[in-house]
């Protein structure tokens, strides 16, 4: 018998959500080595400046799993008045306080209007996370090529969606094509859901239970099980629909 898919398994953190400066503990200080490469065009005149290897690695990782959509670009907020820019805060908080937050999430979970930041710790490794810090503490400096993809609006609502799916991280847990499979070990299902087959679109058959699932999120506990973020307040409904309209290309049995 097919799996029901449902709400509360849709344990897939798809963002970087909310960082705020929590009073957490710190833990005891690490010995970090670094490398420094240079970094061409990120000071004006088409200059070049120095960064470790682990800073620029981190502003990819900033991009791959879609902090920028949360927290700006660069980490300079303006987004949401509920998420914070991170230029100070990233600074202010220990390399302790930054992976337990990263780790294992921030936020209202239990407010969908509010955005919270997902628990990353069964998705991200221990070396993003280290190089995501190490570009926190730098003062996520502009590193080329570590930008958002492009978002073309012209060629249809399923092609938006298509580079919306990979903008805002989706693909980070849902995997290529919705096909899922990214573990979540202490989830009932020990995975994390498709967005595509059978079971889903059984459970989600309308446009609008899809958007409201992307809205509400669906935080199911704490580390080490994986939760999907609350999107609302931060995809506008336009880029929504053309999400749904996206995910409604994919396998369907």
């Avoid at 953190?13 to 990120?42: E, M, P, R, S, Y």
């Avoid at 990782?61 to 990233?90: K, N, T």
């Avoid at 990979?166 to 693909?171: A, E, I």
């Amino acid at each position: 018998m097919a799996r029901a898919w449902t709400v509360a398994r849709l344990g897939a953190a798809v963002a970087c959500g909310l960082l705020l400066a929590g009073t957490l503990g710190a833990c005891g200080g690490t010995k970090t080595v670094t490398k420094t490469v240079t970094v061409v065009g990120t000071v004006p005149n088409g200059g070049a400046t120095s960064v470790s290897a682990s800073v620029a690695a981190g502003a990819h990782d900033f991009v791959q799993f879609a902090c920028a959509q949360c927290h700006g670009e660069r980490g300079r907020g303006g987004v949401s008045a509920d998420v914070p820019a991170l230029s100070q805060v990233g600074k202010q908080l220990t390399v302790a306080q930054l992976k337990q937050i990263i780790d294992h999430g921030l936020g209202e979970s239990a407010n969908p209007t509010k955005p919270y930041m997902p628990v990353w710790g069964q998705v991200i490794s221990a070396h993003q996370v280290a190089d995501l810090v190490a570009y926190l503490h730098a003062g996520l400096p502009s590193v080329p090529g570590a930008t958002p993809p492009p978002v073309i609006t012209a060629q249809g609502p399923a092609v938006e969606g298509a580079l919306l799916y990979q903008r805002y991280g989706c693909v980070n847990c849902h995997g290529p094509n919705g096909l899922g499979g990214v573990p979540n070990p202490q989830s009932p299902d020990k995975a994390i859901p498709a967005l595509s087959g059978a079971d889903f679109f059984k459970e989600f058959n309308t446009d609008q239970k899809i958007i409201d699932v992307i809205r509400s999120g669906s935080v199911i506990g704490r580390a080490p099980i994986v939760s999907m973020p609350h999107w609302g307040g931060i995809i506008p409904d336009s880029q929504l629909r053309a999400l749904v309209a996206y995910i409604k290309t994919l396998k369907t049995g």
